[in-house]
């Protein structure tokens, strides 16, 4: 039967008493309340029966069939899983095959490689510009920053009120700066 | 990372550490000898958790597949028995919350924080209760009426061995609450014996 156990009974203490978790000192503890607690020792000898029934039975597993190539199918397609481990000499090889289908294909372009190539050197550019006007604006806005609070330190009005809106209109401004630098993206 | 052989005969006795060092140095002995070790602890588990056998096995694919795929961030301070569990808890609840037609995903805890008894689900076939014992079938047919939360701690502790803190840390539960479950989900194995007639529970 489930105990019906005093109050003051130890009722979480006997499934830690009986599962080992607690420290000696309170294991003794509850050992000499169970000697003078006959519902708790009945609680204690139930508990451990039945979690032995319960343990031999979940420890069982013979009757889980696996199929006879679980291990390698799980293997077969964790390997070829496209995140998963790679070995270095395959990344190594992929390097080497890459890079020569690109000289390749410069070959076989012949006269055109230069076009193929003032196109990439474009759209380099093109990047190296747009990253460059981002870099400038944030650059500046700290400047701005930087001589606001210099100078509102050297009159002595720096207060913790205006340090916080200074701070509030900092991040509202780089958040609408990231917002468009996003919509720019996906346009 | 130390060199690591790869008979076959030696691969056996390398430890879980061992092998994945050498797992995620290339050797693919390594990841394999992995699954050989834990593919029936996890495949319990996870039947257990669904109790379905076809999406057990899909989803013990799926966690070795994960294994896989993290095990060169995989941390030495922790034990690889469990960090693959947490892995096997977390593709589970994620599987059940996938195909919520099951009762037992539908769970609303209690104000004392106890859950409900949740109605059977899951029967196994017909051939494999029969093969069974009477006393084992019991036992399964209890832990799926068991609410998810409760069936969890459940297996982790006495079908899989696992300390308080090792459940905790599978779970992502705080160690009181571990405890608390712990003891109303045993409280409530008991009381669903008693109600199917097995006394002396």
Not at chain 1, 19 to 48: T, Y
Not at chain 1, 63 to 72: A, G, H, I, V, Y
Not at chain 2, 10 to 33: H, M, N, P, S, W
Request: glycine share 6%.
């Amino acid at each position: 039967m489930v105990n019906e156990s005093k109050k003051g009974c130890p009722n979480h203490g006997i499934a830690a008493y009986i599962d080992g978790e607690l420290s000696p000192a309170r294991e003794i503890e509850l050992e000499m309340h169970f000697a003078a607690c006959e519902p708790c020792l009945f609680e204690v000898n139930e508990q451990k029966r039945f979690l032995r029934e319960l343990e031999s039975s979940l420890h069982y597993e013979n009757d889980l069939e696996l199929p006879s190539n679980f291990t390698k199918v799980v293997v077969a397609n964790a390997e070829s899983s496209v995140s998963g481990l790679r070995r270095p000499r395959e990344r190594y090889y992929a390097l080497i095959v890459t890079l020569t289908l690109g000289l390749f294909v410069l070959i076989a372009v012949g006269p055109e490689a230069g076009k193929v190539m003032a196109g990439v050197a474009h759209l380099a550019d093109q990047v190296a510009a747009v990253a460059g006007f981002f870099g400038h604006l944030v650059y500046s806005l700290f400047l701005g920053v930087v001589i606001i609070l210099r100078a509102l330190a050297l009159q002595g009005s720096l207060d913790s009120f205006s340090l916080l809106a200074l701070l509030s209109i900092v991040i509202l401004t780089l958040t609408a700066v990231s917002k468009k630098a996003a919509r720019i993206r996906r346009v | 990372m130390t060199a690591v052989a790869i008979s076959l005969n030696g691969i056996r006795k390398l430890t879980d550490g061992e092998l994945i060092e050498g797992a995620v140095a290339g050797q693919v002995e390594g990841f394999e000898e992995l699954v050989r070790r834990y593919q029936r602890p996890i495949t319990s588990y996870v039947y257990r958790m669904l109790g379905d056998y076809e999406s057990s096995l899909d989803v013990t694919q799926e966690v070795f597949i994960k294994v896989y795929n993290s095990l060169h961030k995989y941390s030495f301070d922790y034990k690889f028995s469990t960090w693959i569990y947490r892995i096997a808890h977390n593709a589970s609840v994620d599987h059940m919350r996938r195909n919520s037609v099951t009762p037992q995903s539908i769970e609303v805890e209690n104000a004392d924080g106890s859950f409900q008894i949740q109605l059977e689900s899951h029967a196994a076939s017909p051939e494999q209760e029969r093969e069974r014992s009477e006393w084992r079938t019991e036992i399964d047919s209890v832990i799926r009426c068991l609410p998810t939360v409760y069936r969890d701690l459940i297996l982790l502790r006495h079908s899989r061995d696992l300390s308080y803190d090792e459940i905790a840390e599978v779970t992502g539960l705080p160690l009181g609450t571990v405890k608390n479950r712990l003891f109303r989900a045993r409280e409530m194995m008991r009381e669903l014996f008693i109600q199917r007639g097995f006394t002396g529970i």
